[in-house]
Every structure is written in structure tokens, then in C-alpha cells.
């Protein structure tokens, strides 16, 4: 009897983005490291190879073929760190439809299919309102870019200036539109542009020849705000070590010694000391320290008000930026108020691009739900306001499913925690993909695994930002970065003991439970409840999970794609985009292809810095300490290329300037 023809979907996500991956393949499939030593052909048929970039998985690693009795079967191929089928590490197994494989730190998901057409599933997204700045659902996929040069849309900027690469001072002036000529603009308004900008005041800049485009003036507006939605409140801690301090680039006094003086000025010694202790015996004989978000912010509006920043800030929505004929930059960019709308041309010759994360990522499952349904209420992502699930549990209690694990999925785990002080009447399913046996390995060094969660403080080790990683990424070849950060990233979920103590609590009474499974499709009951259909074992049925409320905590995306002004510059000036998708940079974050050329006016010059350098030669690119890191060097490359008003950072400047700094006065 002839084998059935099946063939495979496998899914699973990207280890570094967090993208899914979710492609059909025939019979027989070979997963390894390398593709050439993965053989081409098994008994005459022609082999679909995956490559799977880790260390963690051999060249050869594993083969997946059909048997005669219609079985499909896994072998490991004698791969060093195993093949796992549902958690049990294995040698051979017959694979069922769901199963989920682990190799290496690869969580891939069996299904059968023998429909060549059917359609992928990708990740969908929630964008942010270009008005308010803030997740909206409402928004769909913007405009990625321009429009057809036959089409008079009325729209800023002009068909003329979206279509030329390079645009002359005349035809922007003769636009009749106001016009500000500037020597430094920093695109974006957040964490990455005030870190350069306070950078290029500390080096001499000053403050009238800098403008800052954003659509907040506070610089931690948006990322304080998704701090919230995901329940990370004002006193609770951040995900950041103690001397990664956006307000001060030298990390001295870091927010740990920072905040264990005004515990020692408040009487509370013991306080005081146990903040000491944490930075001096983690993360081995102590807990991690982070700091508390609200100290974060006070000491960012400290340097906000001491460099002048409200002086640079230009409030407004960038539409477009292109070379002009100068050697310099045209930014377009809208600012509105309750009376009007006015669109402005803002002139530069140095520019910086930190746009942080265009869009948030939402499982398709669920967006094809609310699309459905046009429920907003039940189903929620972690990063929109979803304060009233919470409200609504604790007053009359009910069940929740929760998708995704790492940083926000612990805080939310907390949050219910929380929310059953007051309720005890209140269920928590959390699904993850697969069950984690094992923890991510590096070399000799394994990350400890508890109730399948990976425990990482932050998500790279904290040799990536200024130690021996950093070095080994710096000097890697372009085809090795990707394996690297396969190695080295994961989900960051911080080995808290309280934390901790509340699943081990919640496993032990049954309120909180966890599964494993690939979703199907996610409906409404008739009492108005959300069910999800766990894919088919064996073909022999479904799994329905029942819950008032679905929080989706899968995090949030950086790709150019889905950033128009990004997707833009990238289709115009047929801009490098690394393996991640994201803008390809120099090490000292220049953008290449945009180098301005002037014979009479110097060379423009833009950089980028944030989630959207990600896959180049520095993991932790959109951390605090990362930010600093990229504004450091991009500003140290334009002090060695003797660009006016940018002064090295010499060892006597830096002590004048830190003093400066501790004295609360004005760098200039």
C-alpha cells in the first residue's frame, strides 16, 4: 500500500523578532544547522531542508519522512542536544497531527495538510494613531508608499517631492509652505532621539541648532504608556539594570545608588542596604535589580529640563524625508492644533532616526475574531488599555486565557494575581505553543527553565552590551549575526522569587494552569464567550478552551515594512535591509546609502538607532543601555570626521560635563 500523500505545515517563531513562520513542505523534510549537509535526496526523493540557525542544532539534526503504513515519523540523526516531541526527548517517534517539536531553541508545530493552496498564517498588528500616538485597532496597514505620480491627492508632501531622490532648496521654497533650516534633526521624539540629542548638548551642540519631530514632547510618553497597558504601574519595577540611565551617560550614580540614598535620607537603612546588596551579588547570590519606572521618568524630565528640551521639540508627524540638492536632508513633516493644520519643511544637514516599534503584534486568530465579532472587549492585547478586564474579574470574577510567555505575560500573570486578593472566584488558562523542557544553551552556559518558563532578566545577557559578546558580534561575519542572536536572545522573564512563589501557588490550587497547543480558530458561544480550538490530534477531534477574557502577550514589531516612513527611504534610495528585516547600519549607525555629498557644502549624514537596527553588530540595540550605546558611537564618528560644534568627549570634558550634570546646570 502506497504512503498517503501528506504534506507538513511546520510553524514556529522566530526566535530573535518573534515573527511566525508558517510554511507547507513535502515529504521528506530534513532539519539542521547547515543546508549543504543536509542531504538533497532520501531514497530518491527530493529532500525539503530547513535551515534552522542556532548552534543549538546540529548540521544534520533530524529527518521527518512517511512510512508505508502511512505513519509519519521523526529520527533524530545522532544530533547533540536531542529532539524533543512534546516535551519527551526522543529518538524516533510517529509524529501526530499538533504535536509540537523542540530542536535547539526552535518550538515548531506539526500539522497535516493535502491542500497546496492553503494560505499561510502571519502575524497581524495593531498600529499605532498617527493623532494620538496611542495602539488603535481601529487603524489598519498604512500606506507603504507613494502614490502613482498620475494621481493629484491633495495630499503633503506633493506627488513632486515624494518621486524625486533628490529635491532642490527651489522647489521647496517655491512650495509656499514655511520653511526651517536647521543643522541637526532627530526624527522620532522618544528614548533614541533624546538620548542623541542630550548627547550632542553634552559635546558642545547648541540647543537652537537642534529640532526634535515627534507627537509628544514628553520622551518617554509612548513607552510610559505601554508600560501601563501591559500593567506595569508607576511603582513597579522596570526590566533594566541599575546603571542604564537614559538621563546620564556616564551611569554614575546609577538608579541603585540613587535610590538607596533617599532610603538611607528617609531613615531606612536596612532598605538602603538590601538595594546595595542586589547590585553587588547579582544575579547569583541576589534577586536582579531594576528600577522603579516612576524614578526612571522623574530623572528623564530632570534632563529634559536641564538640556532644554522643550526648546528643540517641534510637535508634528513626518511624512516624508528626502536629499536635497545641497548636501542636507527635507523633512515634511504636519503639526496641527485645534485650529489648524500646517505643513512645514524642516531643513538639516544631520539627521537621526528613532522611530522605535511602528506597530504591535497580534495574533491572526484573534484579529479574524474581533473582525468578526466586533468584540473589543474580550479579547485584548496586552499593550492596548485593558484596565476594565481586570475591573470587570475583580468584581464578578471569571476565567482568562492568556497567549504568549515572557515579560509581559509574567507582569500579566501578576496582575491576576493581584486582581484574586479580591476575587477568588477568578480561573487562569495560560497557553503557550509548547511545553520548554530545556533552556536556551550557550557554550557551557544553559538558561535554568521552571513550569516551562526560560528565566533571562533581560533579553540578551549582559555581556552583549559591553563585554565579550559585544566584541564576538562586533567582529562576525554578516552570514553569523543571525545564529548569534538565534544563541543568544530569548524571552525575558526575570527569576523573581515573589513572582515565582505566585505560579507555583496557582499551579498548586488550580487556579492557574498551563497547556500547550496550536490554535485553530478562536469564536463566540452563545453565552458570549470566547472559545479556542486547539489544532486536531490524529485527526480524531478538537480541544475547546472556554474564557470570559483572551489576553494576547506576544509583543511588538520593528520591521521597515510596517513603518511607512521607513518603507519609504527603504523603496526610494534602495536602502540595505538586513536578515530581520530591519534598517542595515554601519557600526557606528550611519545609514550608507543616505550619505548627502556636497562639493560646496560637506557631506549630510543620517543615522538610526532603536528596534529598527536590530540584526546588525549590537544585540541589545533597543534597551536603555543599547540607545546610549548607538548615540555614543554615532556621535563619536561625526567628532572624528571634524563636523563643526561636535567636540570629542575628552576625558576633561567628560568630568566638566559630569559635573555639570550633578549640579543640575546647562551643558552649554
Same mark, same amino acid.
Given at each position: 500500500? =502506497?504512503p498517503?500523500p501528506?504534506?507538513l505545515r511546520?510553524?514556529?517563531?522566530?526566535?530573535v523578532?518573534?515573527?511566525?513562520?508558517?510554511?507547507?513542505?513535502?515529504?521528506? /523534510?530534513?532539519?539542521?544547522?547547515?543546508?549543504?549537509?543536509?542531504?538533497?535526496t532520501?531514497?530518491?526523493e527530493?529532500?525539503?531542508?530547513?535551515?534552522?540557525k542556532?548552534?543549538?542544532v546540529s548540521?544534520f539534526h533530524?529527518?521527518i519522512?512517511?512510512?508505508?503504513?502511512?505513519s509519519i515519523?521523526?529520527t533524530?540523526?545522532?544530533?547533540r =542536544?536531542g529532539t524533543?516531541v512534546n516535551?519527551?526527548k526522543?529518538?524516533?517517534?510517529?509524529l501526530?497531527?499538533?504535536?509540537?517539536l523542540?530542536i !535547539?531553541?526552535?518550538?515548531i508545530?506539526?500539522?497535516f495538510?493535502?491542500n497546496?493552496t492553503e494560505?499561510?498564517?502571519?502575524?497581524s498588528h495593531?498600529? *499605532?494613531?498617527?493623532?494620538?500616538?496611542?495602539?488603535?485597532?481601529?487603524?489598519?496597514q498604512?500606506?507603504?508608499?507613494? &502614490?502613482s505620480?498620475?494621481v493629484?491627492?491633495?495630499?503633503f508632501p506633493?506627488?513632486?517631492?515624494l518621486h524625486?531622490?533628490?529635491?532642490t532648496?527651489?522647489?521647496?521654497?517655491?512650495?509656499?509652505?514655511?520653511?526651517e533650516?536647521?543643522?541637526?534633526?532627530a526624527?522620532?521624539?522618544?528614548?533614541?532621539?533624546?538620548i542623541?540629542?542630550?548627547?550632542?548638548?553634552?559635546?558642545?551642540v547648541?540647543?537652537?541648532?537642534i529640532?526634535?519631530v515627534?507627537?509628544?514632547? @514628553?520622551?518617554?510618553a509612548r513607552?510610559r504608556?505601554l508600560?501601563l497597558?501591559?500593567? /506595569?504601574?508607576?511603582?513597579?519595577?522596570?526590566?533594566? =539594570?541599575?546603571?542604564?540611565?537614559?538621563?546620564?551617560i556616564?551611569?554614575?550614580p546609577?538608579?541603585?545608588?540613587?535610590?538607596a540614598?533617599q532610603?538611607?535620607?528617609?531613615?531606612r537603612?536596612?532598605?538602603?542596604l538590601k538595594l546595595?546588596?542586589q547590585v553587588?551579588?547579582?544575579?547569583?547570590?541576589a534577586?536582579?535589580y %531594576?528600577?522603579r519606572?516612576q524614578?526612571? *521618568?522623574?530623572?528623564i524630565?530632570?534632563?529634559?529640563?536641564?538640556? !532644554?528640551?522643550?526648546q528643540? *521639540?517641534?510637535?508634528?508627524?513626518?511624512?516624508g524625508?528626502?536629499?536635497?540638492?545641497? !548636501?542636507r536632508y527635507a523633512?515634511?513633516y504636519?503639526?496641527?492644533?485645534?485650529?489648524h493644520r500646517?505643513h512645514v519643511?524642516?531643513?538639516?544637514?544631520y539627521?537621526h532616526?528613532a522611530?522605535?516599534?511602528?506597530?504591535?503584534?497580534?495574533?491572526?486568530?484573534?484579529?479574524?475574531?474581533r473582525?468578526?465579532?466586533q468584540d473589543?472587549k474580550s479579547?485584548?492585547n496586552?499593550?492596548?488599555?485593558?484596565?476594565?478586564?481586570? +475591573?470587570?474579574?475583580?468584581a464578578r470574577g471569571?476565567s482568562?486565557?492568556? #497567549?504568549g510567555?515572557?515579560?509581559?505575560a509574567s507582569?500579566?500573570?501578576?496582575?491576576?494575581?493581584?486582581a484574586? @486578593?479580591?476575587?477568588?472566584?477568578?480561573?487562569?488558562?495560560?497557553l503557550?505553543?509548547?511545553? +520548554?523542557?530545556?533552556?536556551?544553551?550557550f557554550?557551557?552556559?544553559?538558561?535554568?527553565v521552571e513550569?516551562?518558563?526560560? *528565566?533571562?532578566?533581560?533579553n540578551?545577557?549582559k555581556?552583549?552590551w !559591553?563585554?565579550?559578546?559585544?566584541?564576538?558580534?562586533?567582529?562576525?561575519?554578516p552570514e553569523?549575526?543571525?545564529?548569534?542572536?538565534?544563541d543568544?536572545?530569548?524571552?525575558?522573564?526575570?527569576?523573581r522569587?515573589?513572582?515565582r512563589?505566585?505560579?507555583?501557588?496557582?499551579?498548586s490550587?488550580g487556579?492557574?494552569?498551563?497547556?500547550f497547543?496550536?490554535?485553530e480558530?478562536?469564536?463566540?458561544?452563545?453565552r458570549n464567550r470566547?472559545?479556542?480550538?486547539?489544532?486536531e +490530534?490524529?485527526?480524531?477531534? @478538537?480541544?475547546?478552551l472556554k474564557?470570559d477574557f483572551?489576553i494576547?502577550a506576544t509583543?511588538?514589531?520593528?520591521?521597515?515594512?510596517?513603518?511607512?516612513?521607513?518603507?519609504?527611504?527603504?523603496?526610494q534610495y534602495?536602502?540595505?535591509?538586513?536578515?530581520?528585516g530591519?534598517?542595515s547600519?554601519?557600526?557606528?549607525f550611519?545609514? &550608507?546609502?543616505?550619505?548627502?555629498s556636497s562639493?560646496s557644502?560637506?557631506d549630510?549624514r543620517m543615522?538610526?538607532?532603536?528596534a529598527? %537596527?536590530?540584526?546588525?553588530?549590537y544585540?541589545?540595540?533597543?534597551?536603555?543601555?543599547?540607545?546610549?550605546?548607538a548615540?555614543?558611537?554615532s556621535v563619536?564618528?561625526?567628532?572624528?570626521?571634524k563636523?563643526?560644534?561636535?567636540?570629542?568627549?575628552?576625558?576633561l #570634558?567628560?568630568?566638566? @560635563?559630569?559635573?555639570?550634570?550633578?549640579?543640575?546646570k546647562s551643558?552649554?
Open positions: 500500500m =502506497n498517503q501528506w504534506r511546520l510553524t514556529w517563531i522566530d526566535i523578532t518573534g515573527d511566525s513562520r508558517s510554511p507547507i513542505f513535502d515529504l521528506p /523534510i530534513a532539519l539542521g544547522r547547515v543546508f549543504e549537509a543536509m542531504p538533497a532520501i531514497n530518491g527530493r529532500v525539503s531542508r530547513i535551515p534552522l542556532s548552534s543549538q548540521r533530524a529527518v519522512t512517511s512510512e508505508t503504513d502511512n515519523v521523526i533524530d540523526i545522532g544530533s =542536544n524533543f516535551g519527551i526522543k529518538n524516533r517517534c510517529v501526530a497531527n499538533g504535536d509540537m523542540q !535547539g531553541p526552535y518550538a508545530g506539526i500539522s495538510t493535502v497546496s494560505t499561510p498564517s502571519v502575524n495593531i498600529f *499605532f494613531n498617527p493623532k494620538t500616538n496611542g495602539p488603535d485597532s481601529a487603524i489598519k498604512p500606506a507603504t508608499s507613494p &502614490p505620480p498620475t493629484n491627492t491633495g495630499e506633493p506627488i513632486a517631492f524625486a531622490s533628490e529635491v532648496m527651489r522647489s521647496i521654497q517655491s512650495m509656499g509652505m514655511p520653511v533650516e536647521i543643522d541637526w534633526a526624527v522620532g521624539g522618544g528614548l533614541g532621539s533624546f542623541w540629542v542630550d548627547l550632542l548638548r553634552i559635546c558642545g547648541k540647543a537652537d541648532r529640532a526634535v515627534g507627537m509628544e514632547n @514628553q520622551p518617554y513607552y504608556r508600560c497597558n501591559s500593567q /506595569i504601574p508607576l511603582y513597579e519595577r522596570l526590566r533594566s =539594570n541599575s546603571d542604564s540611565c537614559p538621563d546620564n556616564w551611569g554614575w546609577p538608579y541603585a545608588v540613587r535610590e540614598w532610603e538611607l535620607l528617609k531613615g537603612l536596612d532598605v538602603s546595595m546588596w553587588f551579588g547579582e544575579p547569583t547570590f534577586e536582579t %531594576t528600577p519606572a524614578n526612571v *521618568f522623574d530623572s524630565d530632570r534632563e529634559v529640563s536641564r538640556i !532644554g528640551w522643550n528643540m *521639540f517641534r510637535y508634528g508627524r513626518v511624512r524625508i528626502r536629499k536635497t540638492d545641497d !548636501g523633512i515634511a504636519s503639526r496641527s492644533n485645534a485650529e500646517e519643511f524642516l531643513i538639516a544637514k539627521v532616526l522611530t522605535g516599534y511602528p506597530a504591535i503584534q497580534f495574533l491572526p486568530d484573534l484579529q479574524a475574531y473582525e468578526t465579532t473589543f479579547v485584548v496586552a499593550y492596548e488599555n485593558h484596565d476594565e478586564v481586570y +475591573k470587570q474579574l475583580e471569571g482568562v486565557l492568556l #497567549r510567555r515572557g515579560i509581559v507582569r500579566v500573570v501578576q496582575r491576576l494575581y493581584e484574586r @486578593q479580591k476575587n477568588r472566584d477568578i480561573q487562569v488558562l495560560h503557550m505553543r509548547s511545553p +520548554k523542557p530545556v533552556g536556551n544553551k557554550n557551557f552556559a544553559e538558561r535554568s513550569n516551562h518558563y526560560e *528565566f533571562q532578566p533581560f540578551w545577557p555581556a552583549c !559591553g563585554g565579550e559578546l559585544r566584541v564576538v558580534l562586533e567582529n562576525a561575519s553569523c549575526i543571525p545564529q548569534l542572536l538565534t543568544w536572545g530569548g524571552t525575558t522573564t526575570a527569576n522569587s515573589d513572582w512563589r505566585m505560579v507555583k501557588e496557582g499551579l490550587q487556579w492557574y494552569q498551563i497547556t497547543g496550536e490554535v480558530r478562536v469564536e463566540r458561544d452563545t470566547t472559545v479556542t480550538y486547539i489544532r +490530534k490524529e485527526l480524531k477531534g @478538537q480541544i475547546q474564557a483572551i494576547d509583543g511588538l514589531d520593528a520591521k521597515v515594512k510596517t513603518s511607512p516612513l521607513l518603507n519609504d527611504l527603504v523603496i534602495n536602502l540595505a535591509v538586513n536578515g530581520l530591519r534598517l547600519v554601519k557600526q557606528d550611519e545609514v &550608507p546609502a543616505m550619505r548627502n562639493i557644502n560637506g549630510g543615522y538610526a538607532a532603536g529598527i %537596527t536590530l540584526g546588525g553588530h544585540a541589545p540595540v533597543d534597551s536603555f543601555l543599547g540607545l546610549q550605546y548615540c555614543l558611537r563619536e564618528s561625526l567628532a572624528k570626521a563636523v563643526k560644534s561636535v567636540r570629542k568627549l575628552t576625558v #570634558r567628560s568630568l566638566i @560635563q559630569w559635573l555639570k550634570w550633578i549640579f543640575n551643558p552649554g
